[in-house]
């Protein structure tokens, strides 16, 4: 059974940095492209960032360019978002995803494979 588990949300408040975890088990994701997306209350989810399968390509929404930055750790089965001078605007609930196959990294109905996702809270 595949399972993404995300982790590391919280409530901080505006300003300060948070890391993003997500573990995954019941496949390599080394063979997949990873990436995170957000949903805000009332809003459609939105793509995040991604990162293609040996890490050297990497892919950023423009609302978080040059704040958040996404990592992976083949060997550890493990993605990572490191957010840096976080704002109220980020608050979401935050999803961890896997796709085996060659569509669009920043288009959910590319993703095979979604956590449940974590809450982040920024406070202004």
């Known amino acids: 059974q595949v399972q993404l588990v995300e982790s590391g949300g919280g409530l901080v408040p505006a300003g300060v940095s948070l890391r993003l975890a997500c573990a995954v088990s019941?496949?390599?994701?080394?063979?997949?492209?990873m990436g995170w997306f957000r949903q805000a209350p009332g809003k459609e989810r939105e793509f995040v960032a991604g990162?293609?399968?040996?890490?050297?390509?990497?892919y950023y929404g423009d609302s978080v360019k040059g704040r958040f930055s996404i990592s992976r750790d083949n060997a550890g089965n493990l993605v990572a978002l490191q957010m840096d001078s976080l704002k109220p605007e980020d608050t979401a609930v935050y999803y961890c995803?896997?796709?085996?196959?060659?569509?669009?990294?920043?288009?959910?109905?590319?993703?095979?494979?979604w956590g449940q996702g974590t809450q982040v809270t920024v406070s202004s």
């Open positions: 995803a896997a796709t085996s196959g060659y569509g669009h990294i920043m288009r959910m109905a590319s993703y095979d494979y």
């Open positions: 990162v293609e399968w040996s890490g050297t390509y990497k």
């Open positions: 019941g496949i390599n994701i080394k063979n997949y492209r």
